[in-house]
């Protein structure tokens, strides 16, 4: 079972008006990143636990709604009191979004040790990051609550801090924040935006090494249309590219990856604690990524945060195969 810690939230969407002159209208979608990544694992079939404070108000029971109809568990979920937190959401003309929050006394960020000791602690693999992992209260009492699942060592901890400027505090405080939840994890995402903020100047596969130090078995990157890249605990690192694909929008793609890789890590039966750590080597570690940047793909060419099946992923895979079949039929001719 996968158990997935953080924030549950309404994304406020702007939606194109046919008259330029009119008020931007807004629609409520089901957001968040750790919410995300729950729904993406549940439809790639991964049985999944959310553990989220999900608040008695609409936007709240909206959010209970679409975990429920996606078949993520929400037995160890917190009936919250407090309001749900809200992004507003804009698209910019690259087809990329923007956020703002609201999140003064929201639900999201009034964890206890009781409420996390709900169930995650005997999870095969736990994954948190985003808002809650740097927001206070919430930060410290779920990174204490990990410290000692990771001194189990017996559950994969993943960790994406899905970086937010505005968001963050004094640099300096954040880039303590983020590298103490690397250190907690055997897997970690971040975006080729993230790292540019936290560490202006270095290049990406210093950084990667740098985590990798710090105490993860796998450091991924991705880096939008260039693809994605990694550093294993062996000390290899690799790069593969990016799926064409026609944008429509990039909400929750980051997510979409996170699910995927997680995902795929999974099926693949990669190695990531103890001694196992080796058998994350570059051949299998890139058949992970190309899965990955997949259901990102796939993401990407529907609106909002939409991620795939199993099943779709299934047929996007098998269309690829074709196509790389047919293209090795007409190269021998």
């Not at 002159?21 to 636990?49: C, D, K, M």
């Not at 003309?93 to 929050?101: I, K, L």
Request: charged letters at 15%.
């Amino acid at each position: 079972m996968l158990c997935v810690i953080g924030e549950a939230l309404i994304d406020l969407v702007a939606e194109p008006a046919a008259d330029h002159a009119a008020a931007a209208a807004y629609r409520a979608h089901p957001g968040g990143s750790p919410f995300n990544v729950a729904i993406g694992l549940a439809r790639l079939g991964q049985p999944t636990l959310l553990q989220a404070r999900l608040s008695g108000d609409a936007f709240g029971r909206q959010l209970y709604r679409h975990a429920a109809e996606n078949q993520v568990d929400l037995s160890i979920a917190v009936a919250a009191t407090e309001p749900s937190t809200l992004a507003i959401v804009g698209i910019d003309e690259h087809r990329n979004a923007t956020y703002d929050f609201y999140l003064n006394g929201t639900a999201d960020w009034q964890w206890t040790e009781i409420e996390l000791q709900r169930g995650s602690q005997d999870s095969g693999w736990v994954h948190f990051g985003s808002l809650a992992s740097w927001t206070e209260p919430a930060a410290t009492v779920i990174a204490s609550h990990l410290s000692r699942i990771r001194g189990q060592a017996t559950t994969v901890i993943s960790y994406d801090p899905n970086i937010r400027p505005l968001l963050m505090g004094r640099h300096s405080d954040a880039v303590a924040i983020v590298e103490r939840s690397v250190a907690l994890a055997h897997v970690v995402k971040a975006s080729a935006e993230d790292l540019a903020w936290l560490y202006p100047g270095r290049t990406i596969a210093s950084v990667q090494q740098a985590w990798q130090h710090l105490g993860p078995s796998l450091v991924v990157v991705t880096n939008g249309g260039s693809g994605a890249s990694a550093f294993t605990a062996s000390g290899e690192w690799l790069s593969v590219p990016a799926q064409p694909v026609e944008v429509v929008d990039t909400v929750g793609a980051g997510d979409a990856f996170m699910a995927g890789l997680i995902n795929a890590l999974i099926r693949a039966d990669v190695g990531l604690i103890g001694d196992d750590r080796t058998q994350a080597h570059a051949d299998r570690v890139r058949r992970v990524l190309d899965e990955a940047i997949l259901v990102a793909a796939l993401t990407c060419a529907r609106a909002g945060a939409d991620p795939p099946s199993a099943a779709e992923l299934s047929a996007a895979q098998a269309g690829i195969q074709a196509g790389r079949g047919a293209q090795r039929q007409v190269g021998t001719r």
